[in-house]
Nanobody
Framework: QVQLVESGGGLVQAGGSLRLSCAASVRIFSIYTMAWFRQAPGNEREFVAAAEWRSGGKFYADSVKGRFTISRDNAKNTVYLQMSSLKPEDTAVYYC?????????????WGQGTQVTVSS
């Protein structure tokens, strides 16, 4: 069983920055690909970013490229999402996700989510 706990959400003005964290309780964090998804009210959950365990590759949704950066600290079992130049359309609940193996859009484990609100 993998438990994921997100933190770092909050209210920020447009153009501001936030850093989300996700701590994973897993025996071998390094073999899990970690990702962030988000869901805005009335919308489906969408992929934001992923950090693959094997290749070290990073993947981003087009809507966040150049503004968001995903990183992971395997020693701390933690993945981060640094969000900059935030826009009101980034407002959503952000979820951390994990899966053993390479990145796909299907993840096995999910956190409870953290709210990010960007005011205009």
């Amino acid at each position: 069983q993998v438990q994921l706990v997100e933190s770092g959400g909050g209210l920020v003005q447009a153009g501001g920055s936030l850093r989300l964290s996700c701590a994973a309780s897993v025996r071998i964090f390094s073999i899990y690909t970690m990702a962030w998804f988000r869901q805005a009210p009335g919308n489906e959950r969408e992929f934001v970013a992923a950090a693959e365990w094997r290749s070290g590759g990073k993947f981003y949704a087009d809507s966040v490229k150049g503004r968001f950066t995903i990183s992971r600290d395997n020693a701390k079992n933690t993945v981060y999402l640094q969000m900059s130049s935030l826009k009101p359309e980034d407002t959503a609940v952000y979820y951390c996700a994990a899966r053993p193996g390479d990145h796909t859009l299907n993840y096995d484990y999910w956190g409870q989510g953290t709210q990010v609100t960007v005011s205009s």
